[in-house]
């Protein structure tokens, strides 16, 4: 796995994180490490949206946040455990799974939007 990929699934176990945070922060020092997470989660997914395309880099950030908050939830916090939650989370796990496989790294280092200079 390359650079770019592990960044990608640090800013989705980050996201669990964070997500975490937002729904049970109580103390200062909570709420600041909730903010600390949401800083380098995206900073992370930005730095990988630089190599890799930027939908399929969201769609698995995103996939991986949801499973892992859910799993979070039921793992950590007593939310119930149901057969479909967890076969649905499955679902979307081949689906991340998919994506990253699938998906090759831009050859170009320029951003696709770059435009010619104004020598014309």
Same mark, same amino acid.
């Given at each position: ?31 600041? @490490?909730? $903010?600390?997470? %949401?800083?380098?989660?995206?900073? *992370?997914?930005?730095?990988? =949206? ?41 679902? @979307?796990? $081949?689906?991340? %799974?998919?994506?990253?496989?699938? *998906?090759?790294?831009?050859? =170009? ?12």
């Amino acid at each position: 796995m390359n650079k770019s990929w592990t960044l990608v699934f640090l800013a989705g176990t980050l996201e669990v994180a964070w997500v975490t945070g937002l729904k049970h922060s109580t103390l200062w020092w909570q709420w600041g @490490l909730t $903010a600390i997470a %949401i800083a380098i989660s995206f900073d *992370t997914i930005i730095r990988a =949206s630089r190599v890799l395309p930027l939908g399929t880099v969201y769609a698995v950030f995103a996939g991986l946040g949801t499973a892992g908050t859910v799993l979070a939830e039921m793992l950590l916090f007593g939310e119930p455990v149901n057969g479909i939650k967890i076969t649905l989370i499955l679902v @979307l796990l $081949a689906g991340v %799974i998919g994506l990253k496989m699938i *998906t090759k790294e831009k050859t =170009s280092t320029e951003p696709a939007t770059a435009q010619k200079g104004g020598d014309e």
